[in-house]
């Protein structure tokens, strides 16, 4: 079975890349950054683009049937580790939130910007979803 992007409706529309590649039973989340439906970074700071990025991933892990406890792993890219390490119990309290107490091998990388200027924060995942629960993009 070939390679099949993974798209949702509800997240902006992709140009030159998918949100996500689904291969067999084994998801490849795409960086998300901060993006909102409008295609513009939350404000606020690094706590809600977390929220944001991590919602946006979850989003596009969903539309393939997939659940938080499907994450194998997580890789954050960030241009401010002291900031994000400040912020660690708010953003450790918006992951069990969004994803309950699932944590998958994970990494945090710094990096000196990403795509989007104004983005603080870029994440990207792997995700084995099982059979039973699979949905295959059309």
């Keep these: 079975m070939r390679p099949a992007a993974v798209n949702p409706a509800s997240l902006p529309v992709p140009r030159g890349y998918s949100h996500g ?19 513009k970074i939350v404000p606020g ?7 944001q990025a991590f919602g946006n991933v ?4 969903r539309a393939a049937g997939g659940e938080p406890e499907d994450l194998v792993s ?12 400040a912020h660690g119990k708010e953003i ?3 992951w069990r939130e969004l994803a309950g107490p699932v944590y998958p091998a994970m990494a ?5 910007s990403l795509w989007q200027p104004e983005a603080l924060i870029e994440i990207l995942g792997v995700a084995v979803i099982p ?8």
């Excluded at 291969?23 to 409008?38: K, P, R, S, W, Y």
């Excluded at 059979?131 to 059309?138: A, G, I, Q, T």
Aim: with cysteine.
């Design 21 to 39: 590649t689904l291969a067999g039973n084994t998801l490849h989340l795409g960086g998300q950054t901060a993006l909102d439906a409008d295609m």
């Design 45 to 51: 700071g690094i706590v809600e683009q977390f929220r």
């Design 58 to 61: 979850l989003t596009t892990l």
């Design 74 to 85: 997580i890789t954050i890219y960030l241009t401010d580790i002291p900031d994000y390490q």
């Design 92 to 94: 450790g309290k918006v």
């Design 108 to 112: 945090g990388i710094g990096c000196t």
């Design 131 to 138: 059979e039973d629960r699979l949905v295959r993009p059309s």
